[in-house]
T-cell receptor, first 114, second 108 residues
Framework: KAGVTQTPRYLIKTRGQQVTLSCSPI?????VSWYQQTPGQGLQFLFE???????NKGNFPGRFSGRQFSNSRSEMNVSTLELGDSALYLC?????????????FGPGTRLTVL | ELKVEQNPLFLSMQEGKNYTIYCNYS?????LYWYRQDPGKSLESLFV?????AVKQEGRLMASLDTKARLSTLHITAAVHDLSATYFC????????FGAGTILRVKS
């Protein structure tokens, strides 16, 4: 089975711009979660999508949004970028139905905001 | 709010030595995960621990879970250089809540 893929892998933007990141889950997985990793805050949960619906949400401002398509692919959008949004953004997929949901992580998108 | 604490945050070990990384968490959960991250890379799943008393071993790494003490340990036996990486524990509570990570450096 192919693993989780994320595009693009690297991105450089300037403050005030917006950005869209993409995540394709493992085939058959219906849940996609997004995490932000920074040196200062560590790994933090952004949100989870399951069957095209946002199922859970972390404590991030409304500038961070996402969506999921019928094929389970997910996109994350960050508007009005700030310097502090520079981070590694990881998505993880799971089947979303089991009692526990082992999450498999993609390679990440490294976003640099100048 | 669920909090996860790892210690130590940095560990420098000699090859061949043993050591343990500790992961404490603040609320009841019986689902705990260990991940490895190499510099600039993503998270690689090491262990999934799903019940009290669970013990899993892979090579020189062994993980255990004590849900009553809210404690998981990752034990490293006879460390080798290839184990150098950052190790995270994460507790599942509708999302994964991660510890800060333990940077492990194994010196030859």
């Amino acid at each position: 089975k192919a693993g989780v893929t994320q595009t693009p892998r690297y991105l450089i933007k300037t403050r005030g711009q917006q950005v869209t990141l993409s995540c394709s889950p493992i085939s058959g997985h219906r849940s996609v979660s997004w995490y932000q990793q920074t040196p200062g805050q560590g790994l933090q949960f952004l949100f989870e999508y399951f069957s095209e619906t946002q199922r859970n949400k972390g404590n991030f401002p409304g500038r961070f949004s996402g969506r999921q398509f019928s094929n389970s692919r997910s996109e994350m959008n960050v508007s009005t970028l700030e310097l502090g949004d520079s981070a590694l953004y990881l998505c993880a997929s799971s089947d979303g139905l089991a009692t526990y949901n082992e999450q498999f992580f993609g390679p990440g998108t490294r976003l640099t905001v100048l | 709010e669920l909090k996860v604490e790892q210690n130590p945050l940095f560990l420098s070990m000699q090859e061949g030595k043993n050591y343990t990384i500790y992961c404490n968490y603040s609320t009841t959960s019986d689902r705990l995960y260990w991940y490895r991250q190499d510099p600039g890379k993503s998270l690689e799943s090491l262990f999934v621990l799903l019940s009290n008393g669970a013990v899993k071993q892979e090579g020189r790494l062994m993980a255990s879970l004590d849900t009553k003490a809210r404690l998981s340990t990752l034990h490293i036996t006879a460390a080798v250089h290839d184990l150098s990486a950052t190790y995270f524990c994460a507790v599942e509570a509708y999302k994964l809540v991660f510890g800060a990570g333990t940077i492990l450096r194994v010196k030859s």
